[in-house]
C-alpha cells in the first residue's frame, strides 16, 4: 500500500489530536513513577537533570515521532518502511518500529498492574476504607494489596480489558469522547490537591525538597540518577515506542506539529510537578520516606484524603480520574502493535487486540506474581516488574527515542520534513533540525555513556 492510504481514521478537529496526545502522556508516569522516582534520587537534583532533558531530548524528538506519523500515515512499522523507501534508505529502519512494539508490550504488562491499583484504591476509597488513615495503616493497606496475587489478578484484568475494549473499536472513534473533559477534571481536582498540601503539609519542606538541585543526593549512584531521569522524560512523554507517532499519523493535515508538540510537553510536564507539590509535602509532614518506591503516592495520598472534608468522595474520585488516565495512556501503548498486527495479517482490529492484548495480560501476571509468590525471582536485585518498568523506561525507550531522532533528522530529507510540519517560521524549524540531527541523539548517547561509566 502506497503511504497516504494506510490509515484511515482521522482525529475530527485539530484539539483532539492535542487532547489524545495529553491523553497518551498524561498517566502513571506522572503522578505515579515521577513523585516515586524523583523520592529514589533525593529530589531537586533529580527534577533539574528530567526537566533539561525533556527541553533539549524530548521536546525536539516528540515532534520527529509526530512528524514521521504525519508523513507516514500507518502503524510505525509501515510508516517507518514507506518513508525509508521514499528516500532511498535501507529497509532496515522499519526495525525502530519493531523495537517500539516490544517496548510497549513489556511497559503495558507491568502499566496495567498499577493501573489495576488504581481501580482497587478506588474501589476501597468509594467503600470507606480509606477513611481515618494513618501513615501505618496506609501502608498496611497497600502491603495486603500487593500481596494478595488474586486481587492483583481481578484488577490487572480489569484494566486490560478496559484498554482493549477501546483499542478494538478504534481509536479515533473510542477515545474522542472520553478525553474530552475527564482531563480537564483531573487537572482541577490536581490543584485542589495542592492547595490542601499547602495548608495541611509541610509544603515549604516539600517544595525544596523537589526544586533545590543538590547533587550530593545522587551519592555514588550518579550515573543510574542521571539515566534514570532521562528516563522518566521519555516514558512521561510516551517517546521512543511509536505511541506518539501512532497518534501523528490520525493527524489532520492542517495541524501544526511544533505548537502541538511544546503544547502536550507543557502540560505533561506541568502535571508531574503538580503531582510532586502533593505528595512530597504529606511525606514530610507525617514523618514518611521519599524513598518508599512505587507504593509511594498508595500510602501518602489516603493519608491526605483521611484529613481532607468530604475525604471520601475526592478520594474516590480522585482514584477514578487516575484510573482513566492511566487508560488513556494504556491504549497508546497497545495500539502500535495492533494498528500494525491489523495491517500486516488483514485481521480485523478486534483480532489484532485480542491477540496482542492476551499475549500483554499474560506476561502482566508474571508482573504481579513479582510482587507476592514470586518474589525470590530476581536479577540484579529486581524483581520481574521493578525490571522491566527500569529496562524499558531507562534503555529501550531512550535507544528508540535515538534511532527515531536520527532517522527524522539524517535521512527524511528537508524539503519533506519542512512541508510536515506546516510551519512558516524558518527559525524555529533551523532549530528543531539542529537539536534532532545533532542534540538529541548525542545527548541520549552520553547519558549511557555515563550510565556505564564511560564519561
Ligand atoms: N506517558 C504515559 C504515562 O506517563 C506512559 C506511556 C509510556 C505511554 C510510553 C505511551 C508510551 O503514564
Redesign the pocket.
Known sequence: MAHGEVIQGRWSNRMTFILAASG???????IW?FPYTAGEYGGGAFVLVYLLCIAAIGLPIMAAEIMLGKRGRGSPVSALTALARAHNAAGAWRSIGWLGMLT?AL?LSF?SVIGGWTLDYAVSAAAGRLAGLDAARAHDLFSAMIGDPYRLFVSHTLFMGLAMLVVARGVSGGLERAIRWLMPTLFVLLIGLVVFAAQTGDFVRGLRYLFEPDFAAFGNRAGEAVLSAMGQAF????LG?G?IMVYGAYMQEGTVVGRSTVLIAGIDTLVALLAGMVVFPIVFANGLEPAVGPGLIFETLPIAFAELPAGRLFATLFFILLMIA?WT?AI??LEPAVAWLAEATHATRRRATLLAGGTIWLLGIACLLSLNNWSHITLFGKGILDLLDFVTSNVM?PLGGMLIAVFAGWVVSRSATLETFGISDRFTFTAWRLLVRYVAPVGVACVFAHAVGLL
Open positions: 497518551s502522556a498524561v498517566g502513571l508516569g506522572n513513577r510497549g511497559i502499566y516514558f512521561s512523554l510516551s515506542m505511541a492511566a495512556s497508546s501503548v525507550l
